[in-house]
């Protein structure tokens, strides 16, 4: 059965439609992945942040502590320092030297 000229021209009318329909399909087909990619690395990247401030924490820590020691050390060099800290934290007296212990208050 032909086709009259009405008939041909309302499918050539539907084409654009359905070429945007499917161009519409295919670009939303496309950038659903594209999001979620996107989001999972958005999720990544605020995990590392945040390993990254404890870590910089962390580091800040040590190398206050690394700082006390070196200090320590080197006033161990000194060796009135080194009397002065055994005699205390070891309660060692010199010959002829008496140590009293005295309570402390609770």
Partial sequence: MPQT??????RI????????KLATILTVGLLI?????????????????????????????KTKSNEEIKRELD???DPDYRQEKIRKELNVAKDGETVFDTPTAP
């Fill in 5 to 10: 000229p009405s008939q041909q021209a309302k």
């Fill in 13 to 20: 009318n539907k084409a654009p439609g359905r070429r945007m």
């Fill in 33 to 61: 992945p594209i999001a979620m990619a996107a989001w999972n690395q958005y999720g990544k990247l605020q995990t590392n942040t945040m390993q990254l401030n404890e870590l910089k924490a962390a580091l800040d820590s």
């Fill in 75 to 77: 006033m161990m060099k």
